[in-house]
């Protein structure tokens, strides 16, 4: 496997962060993105390790930060669910210009929620898989609901997502009634291959149910029994990754 550092410019000329795994001595199938969760970033152990099981697919991978998070710049607090959507947008426009179009994109929890909405805007993208993602943009809203006021008052609060002070601003919120998820996947028409765990603690199984029956066929569901939301055992994030690069084959 290698890994190439990138760093490309989102529609407001914010440089965002970027890593590329390729597959160590073949050239690539096909090219892939990786959309990671809500307030993480590209350097996740499951985002990581699963890009890598990917790679030795020879499926090559751009896992990178959105905007306000990780190594790219920009304030998170200014960001909203639109611009996660423009920045993975603009991630595909990078590819496109100096690798090769992704066929195939990966996302995690709100990164998944993102992927379904981009890959509806990319001729290019054949196939999309989603890891724990919810079914409705309100179930982010349960984070924040007792920040409500303050928020509305102040235009912004500082929250807990995961034992760390994450500030949100009312463009956020207010942004998230302009995305019906189960409406985007109903138009979708790609083939789509959702991953959760039943032990999920953050996204209820009932989502991926939900995902399930809103979108058309060819669609699949494998239940990844015993694995935490985050995926943070690198063996069960080299497994997922396996996994979709096994499905993913037949779209290629």
């Known amino acids: 496997m290698k890994r190439e550092k990138v760093t490309f410019k989102n529609s407001r000329g914010l440089i965002l962060s970027g890593a590329i795994e390729l597959p160590e001595n073949n050239s690539p199938k096909a090219f892939a993105i990786f959309s990671h969760c809500f307030t993480c970033n590209k350097n996740l152990i499951n985002v990581k ?11 090559a991978v751009l896992r990178f930060d959105f905007a306000g998070l990780g190594d790219s710049q920009g304030n998170f607090a200014e960001t909203d669910f639109s611009s996660n959507i423009d ?11 100096n690798y090769e179009a992704p066929k195939l994109l990966v996302g995690h929890s709100l990164g998944g929620a993102a992927s379904i909405v981009a890959a509806g805007q990319l001729a290019s993208v054949k196939a999309v898989s989603l890891l ?49 998820i189960k409406k985007s996947l109903n138009r979708l028409n790609k083939p789509l291959l959702i991953l959760h765990s039943p032990e999920d603690e953050m996204v209820s199984i009932d989502h991926a149910t939900e995902i399930f029956m809103a979108a058309r066929h060819p669609k699949s569901f494998i239940a990844l029994d015993g694995i935490d939301h985050l995926i ?5 994030a080299r497994y997922v990754g ?7 084959m037949r779209y290629l």
């Open 132 to 180: 724990g993602t919810p079914s409705t943009l309100d179930h982010i809203k349960r984070l924040f609901v007792n920040k409500m006021e303050e928020i509305t008052h102040y235009g912004s609060a500082m929250i807990d997502v995961a034992g760390r002070d994450i500030e949100i601003g009312r463009g956020f919120v207010d942004d998230l009634a302009n995305h019906n």
């Open 49 to 59: 390790y699963i890009s890598e099981a990917l790679s030795e697919k020879r499926i």
């Open 87 to 97: 920045d993975l947008l603009y991630a595909a426009e990078f590819l496109t210009l």
């Open 232 to 236: 943070k055992n690198i063996k069960d």
């Open 242 to 248: 396996s996994l979709i690069g096994e499905w993913v």
